[in-house]
């Protein structure tokens, strides 16, 4: 479960809607006047880059220095340590400065404030940091037998210069609310080389690039302006009225009947989710408007910009498992989640990759506890999944009940879990659970005790990947990935066979 920071929100500070409203103007401007078949990629990084900085010190004031010290230094380690084990000093440099400013911003400053912090952007700036540390490793230290397809598809196989690497961590368009985007989809952009299309010959090898005509973004980012709208709208009218708190009132808990108590859980959290709604579409938005995000054609040869997308609403309300739900929300956090541990741990992946995605978040004790019991919600869901789905496949009817049963169960669990992420504090949220029994953690724990646990896809594929490896030592140095000239509408099959691979593994 990968929800942004409560208090990283443009909903809750005057400048940061401000500074988006400018940073959304600011790159319509970038886009027409700074395109890359006007302007050199020097200029654009230059540019973005200190369009950026002065966003962070107007919301920030010089808290916004955090943001140079933590990519400094991290390129630093990069630099000096070399690339067998950068990845791993970058992660607890970066992780471990983000979580002091979260300490000292808790519990020294504004407890419980939902004033706009720093720690907020730090947060996007954790990732990218992490993240490309890990595709350098990947691209210029391991082997490519050794990677996943979407390991060889990300990996970067020069160091970034430090413009180029303060432009991806700092750039006007996510430096305030993000999302992530991989380092190669953004010097893709900035080179402009995003519509660049690769064909295979017939014999799969051969290759032919050429150009297609550059889609305009304007309905896109018009939709997802609309999509704000609607998102600000029901917050502002809908949400202050059902208070997520509400269900630990005294009077609320000693009169209502148990469906009550589950209807307004519910929608108490169904009401809570619309600032989220606008957050992240209008950062997807003001991304798009510069033309970053696009991702490709779909079958009817329609522009998809989709690329950084951190949400898809429908499928979100529309969820009938854990799984679902999880592959649809906070989607740019889930793949940096998956890309630098899930996929790099051998041991309890699903555990660790909650513990990490906790500590991420902050330091309040809700999100400890959410995450905690999104653990054991997650291992259950699988489990029952796993056990019981293919007994619901046809008829039709019969899939229909079943995905009625499952929506309810999935809205009320995902409704459960996430009741101490938005209460923040220990006693309140035990003062919750302790209303309701406890019965869904208990109901998870009889569910791993007796069903039967089914080895994982992910292990399965672990294993083979380890053969192939053992099998190819004496091919090493003729498996290279060729010419590294990436489009980002090449990756489309990609990223889709990624999205499958987690629905398959990190979230079932």
């Known amino acids: 479960l990968c929800p942004l920071s409560n208090s990283f929100l443009p909903l809750g500070s005057q400048s940061l809607r401000l500074c988006q409203l400018f940073a959304l103007l600011a790159a319509i401007w970038f886009r027409t006047y700074l395109h890359s078949s006007k302007t050199s990629s020097f200029i654009r990084h230059v540019v973005a880059t200190l369009l950026g900085l002065y966003l962070a010190l107007f919301c920030f004031g010089w808290y916004a220095l955090h943001f140079l010290v933590q990519s400094g230094i991290s390129y630093c380690i990069m630099i000096i340590i070399g690339v067998e084990n950068m990845h791993n000093y970058c992660f607890v440099f970066a992780l471990g400065y983000l979580t002091v400013c979260q300490v000292t911003r808790v519990y020294i400053f504004d407890y419980g404030q939902y004033s706009a912090d720093f720690s907020g952007p730090m947060m996007i700036i954790t990732q990218k940091i992490t993240s490309l540390a890990c595709e350098i490793h990947d691209g210029m230290f391991r082997k490519d037998e050794e990677l996943?397809?979407?390991?060889?598809d990300l990996a970067v196989r020069r160091m970034p210069s430090l413009?180029?690497?303060?432009?991806?961590?700092c750039n006007f368009m996510g430096i305030l609310a993000g999302p992530l985007c991989s380092y190669k989809d953004y010097i893709t952009f900035i080179e402009g080389r995003s519509y660049h299309m690769?064909?295979?010959g017939e014999n799969g090898k051969e290759e032919t690039q050429y150009e297609r005509t550059e889609p305009s973004p304007n309905t896109a980012v018009i939709q997802k302006l609309l999509i704000c709208g609607l998102s600000l709208l029901f917050h502002l009218t809908i949400c202050t009225?059902?208070?997520?708190?509400?269900?630990?009132d005294e009077h609320f808990q000693a009169t209502a009947s148990w469906p009550t108590k589950i209807i307004y859980l519910y929608i108490s959290l169904l009401a809570a989710?619309?600032?989220y709604y606008f957050a992240w579409t209008l950062a997807d938005a003001i991304n798009n408007a510069a033309g970053f995000g696009f991702r490709g054609y779909d079958k009817n040869g329609a522009a998809r910009w989709d690329l950084i997308s951190n949400l898809r609403i429908q499928q979100i309300e529309m969820s009938t498992s854990f799984k679902m739900f999880l592959d649809n929300w906070n989607i740019q956090t889930a793949l940096w989640l998956k890309r630098v541990c899930y996929e790099r741990t051998s041991f309890s992946p699903t555990i660790q990759t909650f513990i990490l995605s906790a500590i991420w978040h902050g330091v309040y004790p809700g999100y400890y506890l959410t995450f905690l019991t999104g653990v054991l919600m997650t291992l259950a869901a699988r489990a029952m999944r796993n056990n019981f789905r293919h007994y619901f496949i046809e008829p039709s009817q019969l899939k229909f009940f079943y995905d009625v049963i499952t929506w309810t169960v999935t809205q009320v669990a995902i409704s459960?879990?996430?009741?101490?992420?938005?209460l923040l504090s220990i006693k309140p949220s035990f003062m919750f659970y302790s209303s309701w029994y406890y019965c869904l953690h208990i109901l998870g724990i009889l569910v791993l005790l007796l069903l039967p646990v089914k080895k994982t896809q992910r292990r399965k594929n672990t294993h083979e990947?380890?053969?192939?490896?053992?099998?190819?030592?004496?091919?090493?140095?003729?498996?290279s990935l060729g010419q590294n000239s990436f489009s980002t509408t090449n990756n489309v099959c990609n990223q889709n066979q990624e999205i499958a691979s987690r629905h398959s593994s990190l979230k079932q």
């Open 148 to 152: 996943t397809s979407s390991q060889r």
């Open 465 to 479: 990947n380890i053969q192939l490896s053992q099998s190819k030592k004496f091919d090493e140095g003729e498996n």
């Open 273 to 275: 989710r619309p600032k």
């Open 163 to 169: 413009l180029e690497y303060l432009s991806y961590n």
């Open 416 to 422: 459960y879990t996430v009741v101490p992420f938005v």
């Open 241 to 248: 009225t059902l208070p997520v708190e509400y269900n630990i």
């Open 198 to 200: 690769t064909q295979s």
